[in-house]
């Protein structure tokens, strides 16, 4: 089993929809959780970056932890076509400021007009 | 938020050349970087931990002789992929922590052609 889980996709939504990504996890060490949006042949960028239960709301974006069962998800509202990209869930272990992340597999999406 | 900065962006080597990436941490100082190599439609797979003024730390499976690794200083560290084969083409990516936080934020991507 891997440590992280995270459905490939592709997803495909229409414009203006409300996306849902989200990904589990079995290491319950994991303290902080990123979601990072890559375009294609681009290196991934931050997108949201949270350590505790709950949710953390960014413009469109909202990020959602739940530790007690493993599992995190990142919401985007009105979805625009510039939203497509792949979507990877991060996340590591409180181990001073420098340890390695775990990513998921990362999920396609595909905004369409 | 923090700028990573990775050159070059594209390179085309012929067979059992040696090819230099460089990252640099533009707006912050790094003493730790990343190298990741991503396969289309993959994820990212971590190579190796970069920190500045020791040697690298190599994950498993990676030979630490075929990718060699300097982190001169705080704001750059370089992958030099060394007598390169086609098996080795591969987009190359690079992160840096920022300190405090430790938020992770990546380069730009290498994308390396062996011919």
């Known amino acids: 089993q891997k440590e992280v889980e995270q459905d490939p996709g592709p997803l495909s939504v229409p414009e203006g929809a409300i996306v849902s990504l989200n990904c589990t996890y079995s290491?319950?060490?994991?303290?902080?959780f990123m979601w990072y949006r890559q375009y294609s042949r681009k290196g991934p960028e931050l997108l949201m970056y949270?350590?505790?239960?709950g949710n953390k709301e960014d413009g469109r974006f909202t990020a959602q932890v739940d530790k007690s069962s493993k599992y995190i998800s990142l919401f985007i509202r009105d979805s625009q076509p510039s939203d497509s990209a792949t979507y990877l869930c991060a996340m590591r272990i409180p181990t001073g400021t420098a340890s390695k992340l775990t990513f998921g597999t990362g999920t396609r999406l595909q905004v369409t007009l | 938020g923090a700028v990573v900065s990775q050159h070059p962006s594209w390179v085309i080597c012929k067979s059992g050349t040696s090819v230099k990436i460089e990252c640099r941490s533009l707006?912050?100082?790094?003493?730790?970087m990343f190298w990741y190599r991503q396969f289309p439609k993959q994820s990212l797979m971590l190579m190796a931990t970069?920190?500045?003024?020791?040697?690298?730390?190599?994950e498993q499976g990676v030979e630490k002789d075929k990718f060699l690794i300097n982190h001169a200083s705080l704001t750059l560290s370089t992958l030099t992929v060394t007598s390169a084969h086609p098996e080795d083409s591969s987009f190359y990516i690079c992160?840096?922590?920022?300190?405090?936080?430790?938020?992770?934020?990546f380069g730009e991507g290498s994308r390396l052609t062996v011919l």
């Open positions: 970069s920190n500045e003024g020791s040697k690298a730390t190599y």
């Open positions: 707006d912050f100082q790094a003493t730790t």
């Open positions: 290491n319950s060490a994991f303290q902080y």
């Open positions: 949270t350590y505790s239960s």
């Open positions: 992160s840096a922590s920022t300190p405090g936080t430790g938020e992770l934020f």
